[in-house]
């Protein structure tokens, strides 16, 4: 699976979007990518996913890049509780079952 | 139902003890996973089991066991741990293990080792 590269720690003010990176420039074409959080002392939780097209769900955003070598997650109006470390994940789902993740990004949201 | 449980929450254990931690999940998934988290790093695989079978162990050591008695529980058997195998255990399930499957976590099991 494609290795990724996440910014380690960023801020957001509270009601702004948040807008999380994530390089992803060696994934080859069966590659999925994944979001997940993981909000202090909790289980990791999956946020969504995409593969070419930009998706949008109850939680957040994700937008591909046309060459599909970064996305960006967006939470469009960030809360206090979204404070967490955010892990980007790729994945080709038809090659096994792991989740590999990185080192993610820690996300503060400030009051 | 879309719900993990672990048990227990904290476990406290010498070198010398056998214990079990335990994973249920109802929500007809067929992958289950364990995961190691050790402080400030990210969750690590362990095991995978498919249709109750192991089909993917990450080389892990043999003083932990894994069982899947069903399509809804998954043990991990304890047993001569180390210190440094303090960490928190996470199990997580998803519909198939292969297959653009969201993975669901349960909420861990803070294991120390004394």
């Known amino acids: 699976d494609a290795k990724t590269t996440q910014p380690t720690s960023m801020d957001c003010a509270e009601g702004r979007a948040a807008n999380l990176p994530c390089n992803h420039s060696?994934?080859?074409?069966?590659?999925?990518v994944y979001w997940y959080r993981q909000i202090h002392s909790q289980g990791p939780q999956y946020i969504i996913h995409?593969?070419?097209n930009n998706e949008t769900n109850e939680m957040a955003s994700l937008i591909i890049t046309e060459d599909r070598k970064s996305s960006t997650l967006i939470l469009p109006h960030a809360t206090l509780r979204d404070t967490a470390v955010y892990y980007c994940?790729?994945?080709?789902?038809?090659?096994?079952?792991?989740?590999?993740f990185g080192e993610g990004t820690q996300l503060t949201v400030n009051p | 139902d879309t719900e993990v449980t672990q048990t227990p929450k904290h476990l406290v254990m010498g070198m010398t003890n056998k214990k079990s931690l335990k994973c249920e999940q109802h929500?007809?998934?067929?992958?289950m996973y364990w995961y190691k988290q050790k402080a400030k790093k990210p969750p690590e695989l362990m095991f995978v089991?498919?249709?109750?079978?192991?089909?993917i162990n990450e080389s892990v050591p043999s003083r932990f066991s894994p069982e899947c008695p069903n399509s809804s529980l998954l043990n991990l058997h304890l047993h001569a741990l180390q210190p440094e195998d303090s960490a928190l255990y996470l199990c997580?399930?998803?519909?198939?293990?292969?297959?653009?499957?969201?993975?669901?976590f349960g909420p861990g099991t803070r294991l120390t080792v004394t």
């Open positions: 994940i790729v994945r080709d789902p038809t090659s096994g079952s792991r989740l590999t």
């Open positions: 060696t994934i080859s074409g069966n590659e999925y």
């Open positions: 995409g593969l070419k």
């Open positions: 929500m007809g998934h067929r992958a």
């Open positions: 089991y498919s249709y109750e079978k192991l089909s």
């Open positions: 997580a399930t998803a519909g198939q293990s292969i297959g653009s499957y969201e993975q669901y």
